[in-house]
């Protein structure tokens, strides 16, 4: 089977532009998702060849009316000291990607709980999943929060898509969106209520994909600097790589 890359990832974006250095991804269905609005360079940039690219992509947002930056570097390369330094000086929040793997197979099996139910999303119990999301999605704000409810009805229709639920004493506690190719299926934007964590939910979710999809490879992405990555390494997940990032809000 052909190791995952960064580029297996979705991307919920459209390609408007595309030359030799780098891709513009443009999402005017859900502006004020930066993951979805920024520029993706293919090869590490200079310092002149980024404040180009930084001069286009701040024009081309406001005309847009979105007040951010972000741009995102080749996989497995970090940004040099004289980069770094620019993204300091223009007051840039520096991250970066981490990429997971794992054969189901590998997947510690996790301890039955009676008190936890997960299921997939169908037409009878999206309005609970997308209460719950919406939920959590109202510390980024109102707008994010409602663009979020749009983008999770269109995905639900979308046969490459499956959400899931959990369940804590039947009521919502989780939530998790699968995305299904022909070489990998993607687990993405696992979540649990915060009142209900540390009860193992989030290892069921897991679960839930790995019986569903037993010969199929397992990936996500995970924040290198947030603990969610610790729970992957110890369920047994396949480190394969690194993707740095940086963005601003004007």
Do not use: C, W
Request: aromatic residues 12%; hydrophobic residues 30%.
């Amino acid at each position: 089977m052909r190791k995952p890359t960064f580029q297996d990832i979705e991307t919920i974006g459209h390609v408007i532009e595309e030359n030799e250095r780098y891709r513009h991804y443009h999402y005017p269905e859900m502006p004020i998702r930066y993951d979805s609005n920024f520029i993706e360079f293919k090869q590490m940039p200079l310092l002149e060849e980024f404040k180009q690219a930084e001069t286009f992509l701040k024009e081309f947002h406001l005309k847009h009316n979105q007040n951010h930056l972000k741009f995102e570097f080749p996989e497995n390369e970090k940004p040099g000291p004289e980069l770094q330094k620019y993204f300091d000086d223009s007051e840039y929040e520096t991250g970066f990607l981490e990429l997971y793997a794992i054969e189901p197979k590998d997947f510690p099996a996790q301890q039955e709980n009676s008190d936890i139910r997960v299921v997939e999303v169908t037409e009878d119990n999206l309005d609970a999943f997308i209460t719950l999301q919406y939920e959590a999605d109202k510390e980024n704000g109102e707008t994010f929060a409602n663009e979020k409810v749009k983008l999770n009805q269109k995905q639900f229709a979308e046969d490459q898509n499956m959400k899931v639920i959990a369940y804590y004493k039947e009521e919502p506690a989780g939530t998790m969106n699968v995305i299904m190719t022909d070489e990998f299926v993607e687990i993405d934007d696992l979540a649990v209520h915060e009142s209900l964590r540390r009860k193992g939910i989030g290892g069921r979710l897991q679960q839930f994909v790995m019986n569903r999809f037993p010969d199929q490879m397992i990936i996500l992405v995970a924040d290198g600097e947030d603990t969610p990555r610790e729970m992957y390494q110890r369920q047994n997940y396949q480190y394969l790589g690194f993707k740095y990032e940086v963005q601003r809000v004007d």
